[in-house]
């Protein structure tokens, strides 16, 4: 079992890219992270702040992210992933979405995942509140497994 990538040490240098089939943003409330440090997986974070440079996915991966706002669709992606996503690159190889929010927000509760899956034409393949439950953390591990099976199968096939 593999663990989240560890930030880098002071002074040394953090790869831009990545080959992690998990990819995912979290604010500094780290309320994703948590979720994705339970999942026990390799995964690689995005930038909490926009001035950095953003990731470059070398794999297919299904992307991980909370859904900020809660009144409409402006505003609810955060822009560290919007930004991730406007490299074509990273877009070409997005495979899945799994979405973070709060049941607080109502219709908007996932927003941010609705409307990645929406414009890069893949599937919204779950969603959990906050920093989820142990129930979450075992369908979305169970789930990504079938998912990649499945996904390598029906590269096979083809």
């Not at 560890?6 to 953090?14: K, L, M």
């Not at 339970?38 to 991980?64: I, M, N």
């Not at 927003?111 to 509140?129: M, N, S």
Request: include cysteine; hydrophobic fraction near 40%.
């Amino acid at each position: 079992m593999s663990a989240v990538a560890a930030e880098p040490a002071v002074g040394q240098i953090a790869s831009r890219y990545t080959s992690s089939r998990l990819i995912y943003f979290s604010s500094a409330s780290d309320n994703t992270h948590r979720f994705i440090v339970k999942l026990g997986v390799d995964a690689a974070r995005l930038p909490v702040y926009t001035y950095e440079e953003t990731l470059l996915a070398q794999e297919p991966f299904v992307l991980v992210l909370p859904t900020y706002g809660g009144e409409n669709r402006q505003g609810a992606v955060p822009k560290q992933v919007i930004k991730f996503l406007n490299v074509a690159e990273n877009r070409n190889l997005i495979r899945g979405v799994i979405g973070a929010g709060n049941t607080n927000f109502g219709e908007t509760y996932c927003l941010a995942g609705d409307i990645v899956a929406e414009k890069c034409k893949v599937q919204h393949l779950y969603r959990f509140e906050l920093m989820g439950t142990s129930v979450d953390v075992d369908r979305v591990h169970e789930g990504l497994e079938e998912f990649w099976t499945r996904l390598s199968q029906n590269k096979t096939q083809q």
